[in-house]
Every structure is written in structure tokens, then in C-alpha cells.
């Protein structure tokens, strides 16, 4: 389980996390919806310890992330970047298996190869890409090979920041399908950020909303239509017009 | 502009560069510390040799040959002023073991390695790539910074003695082919002339150098700023400090070796 409190974050004078509260159970799917700029990103790097929190606590399993150890600690995590931030000095395939091909979970390079074909098939990726190089993808198609690389190891703990920004619906479809099964299958915990609202109903548990950095509203997905909350109801229903202003 | 302008600008360069120069050797320390601790990343370092040493060797090589020719000239004509002409081989020797070789090459290095370690670090920082490896269990200090300076350590001294060499036998053309030198005699000259304390300088010159070089291009990348921007102003930066402190080394290790 994953429990943050009181947690805040600034850059200069913008304060981008005001004190988030927020749990995330173990096995479930939480997704984070929020505007554009309101430190979702941030809020998953502050838990990976990739941006330190300037107050608040962050428990993994009863235990504060800080005092951890590191590699223990982050050798359960798996994590996709917004930008997909692949190593473009190395082909698709060993992005992929770049943890099995090194350190604690190295094997031999058939079989971390083997693996990676199987991930990105996964992801809806032929077995032709795995000998190019990343800058010769399409974004979506870096996106995907960011997820099958987040996969790869089968963590327990797995961030997903936009996985399906930038995909056609039908491979935004087989992507929440994966995210699904990741889940429910093999018992993952998973933390999502999407603005994609087909999304947040095929992947989440529980759905979190980020507004003026903190946590406005926070419960099961189905309870999302009639949270009564009019930033919750804006968001999900595109509207110009509401408490959040248009111009951020 | 008030004259005050100028000077006020060079303290305050002076007193950041201090500063920097104290956050720069906690970075070397750092980055020593992780070179005796496991985990190791050969692939790495093979790939760091082949790009600092053997792709530099043109650079190294050109630099050397034209600068061993017009030392050779210099001194041929600074010679005949008090017909000293005979010293050619000698003087060429020495100015390019003791000091120009291990420079020029220390320089190239700077321009050539220190400036693509710099944009290729920072672009992986402005593109998440090194928290990417973080979060891959994979320490960028050990897999990023600890083989281009280990490379640089080990292959730059090669570098230089390669251009030593290649100036002698620049100046040696030069001499032979137009100065009218006989080609056993200036080569048995150089020889002679040379000690061992001479190419000991070079070589630790050029060590300290390439340690200089790959350490500035690996600080200014892994503390990039934000953007295009960003990476241009590391690549910039790691070039300048890497310059101005390998001239600021050479001026103490020529010190330490030759006026005790
Ligand atoms: N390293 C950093 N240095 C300075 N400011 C930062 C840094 N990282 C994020 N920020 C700022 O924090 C704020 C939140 O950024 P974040 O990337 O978390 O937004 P986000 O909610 O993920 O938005 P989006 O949906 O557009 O991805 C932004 O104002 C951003 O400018
Ligand atoms: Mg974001």
C-alpha cells in the first residue's frame, strides 16, 4: 500500500503540491485526473524519490520511502514516462529488457530478448522493431515501447504517466485492456495519469482528482458521474465553463 | 557603461566560478567513489575508449603534425637571430613533449569529448532519460559518468603520446624537408636530448587532462538546466571550465615537475 501525507512541493514561488493526502491500496488501479500543470507528474516522481518533497510523508507498505533501501525499493517499481524517455543509444529490444540485461535481474540476452519480443507484442508492436532505434518511432509508438520497457521486469508497483496520449483509439483500447490485466491478473498496484476519459473508466479502481495542488475530490470510479463535486463534474464533462478557470 | 561594469562582471564570474569549482570536486569525489563499487558496466567503458581514444586519434594526429612543422619553423627563424639554428630537433623535443603536445591534445579533447559527453548527458536529462535509469535500478553515476572518466583517465595519455610523436615527426618533415637537416642526425638528436621526466610530465599531463575533460562534460550534463536551452548552455559551460582548468593544470603540474 501506498499512503502519502501532507506531502508539498515547490519550484521557486510555484508551489506546485499544497499537501496531497492520498492512499493507494495494494492489487488496485488508481488514476490521477487533473489539469494540465497541476503536478500530477511531480506527484509520481515524489514517490519514486526522482523530485524530493520539501514536507509530508510517503509510506510504502507501512514503511517511509526515505529511509528504504534504495535499490530494494526501486527494484518494485516500474515506471512510464510522459515522454516515454527511452535510452535513444539503444535499440527498441534493449530498451525493453534494459533491467534484465544488467544488475540483480540480468539473464542471458536470448532470454531478455525473448522477454522484450513478448512485451512489445503485448503492446501492440511487431517483432520488425525491436532492432531500431528509438528516434526512428513514431511518438506513439515510443509511448508503447516506454510501457512494454515499465512492464518488462513484471513489477509489483507500476506508474503510468498518459500511457494512451498520442494513440489511435483502437491501441489506446488495447492498452487499457493491458493495463486491465496487469491489474486484475497479476495483481499489480497501479497508479495512472490520464486525461483520457474512455481511460479512467476502463483502467481505474479509484480515481483521484488534483486541483490546486491537492487532492479535491478522491473515490471508486463509479462514483465519479455523481461525485457532486462541480470541479469533478467539469473536468469529466469538458466544460469551459465551471470553477476551474480556462486559463491556466 | 561604467568602467566599474566590467570589473564588477569579472568578480562576480570569479566568485561563481569558485563556488563551482567547489560543487565540481564533490562531483570528482562522488564519481570516484562509485569507480571501486560494483556494479561495473564493461559495455560502457569500451564504448567510452572507443569514442575518447580511437576516435579522436585524427583530430589528435592533425593537430599534432601542423604544430610540430611551425614550431619547428618558428624556432628555426627565432634561432638565426643569434645563430642558434642547431637547436631545432632539441627545442622541438621539448616544446612538444613538455608542453604542447599534452595541451593541444588536452584542448582537442576538451572541444572534441568533453563538449559531446556534455550534450549527450544533458539531453538525456532534459528528456528524463537519467531518471529513467534511476528508476531501472541503474545508478547514473556508475553507468554514466564512472566509464567516460575512467576511459578518459586510461586512453588520453595514449592520446598524447601519440601526438608528441606525431609533432617530433611534424617538425622533423619540416626540418629534413625544407631546413635542410639530416634526418638520422635531427631523430638521433631528438633521442638524446630527451629524459624520462620529460615524457613522464606529458603522459601524467595527459592523464590529469582527460580526467579534467570527461569530469566537466559529465557535472555540466547531469546538472543541466531545462530544455534546448539548457543542453547548449551545459555543452558551453563544460567547454569553457574544461579549457581554463586544464591550462590552469598544466600551469601547476608544469610547476610541480620542472622548477623544484
Ligand atoms: N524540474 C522542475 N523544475 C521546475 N518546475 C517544474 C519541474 N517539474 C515540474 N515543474 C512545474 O511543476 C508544475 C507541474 O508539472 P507537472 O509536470 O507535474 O504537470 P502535470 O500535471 O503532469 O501536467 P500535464 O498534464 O501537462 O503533464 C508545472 O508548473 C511545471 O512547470
Ligand atoms: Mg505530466
Known sequence: MISLAGVTKSFGDNHVLQGIDLEIARGSSMVIIGGSGSGKSVLLKCILGLVWPDAGTIMLDGQNVTTQDRDAFLARFGMLFQGGALFDSLPVWQNVAFRLLRGSLKRPAEEARAIALEKLRRVGLMPEVADRFPAELSGGMQKRVGLARAIAAEPEIIFFDEPTTGLDPIMAGVINDLIREIVTEMGATAMTITHDMTSVRAIADNVAMLHAGRIRWTGPVDQLDTSGDPYVTQFITGSPHGPIAAVR | MTPATPLGATGRATLGMLAAVGRVALFAARAVSHILRPPFYPREIALALLNIGWLSLPVVGL???FTGAALALQIYSGGARFNAEAVVP???????????????????IAARVTSSIAAEIATM???EQIDAL????TNPMKYLVVPRVLAALAV????????????IFGGWAVATGSLNFNPAAYLKNTVDFLEPLDVISSLVKGCAFGGIAATMGCYFGMNSGRGAQGVGRATKSSVEAAAILILAANFLLTGAFFSL
Open chain 2, 63 to 65: 593537430t599534432a603534425v
Open chain 2, 90 to 108: 632539441q627545442i622541438v623535443a621539448i616544446g612538444m613533449v613538455r608542453e604542447l603536445g599534452p595541451v593541444l591534445v588536452g584542448l582537442m
Open chain 2, 125 to 127: 536529462k532534459v528528456t
Open chain 2, 134 to 137: 534511476v528508476t531501472l535500478s
Open chain 2, 156 to 167: 588520453v595519455p595514449a592520446l598524447v603520446a601519440v601526438g608528441d610523436v606525431i609533432g
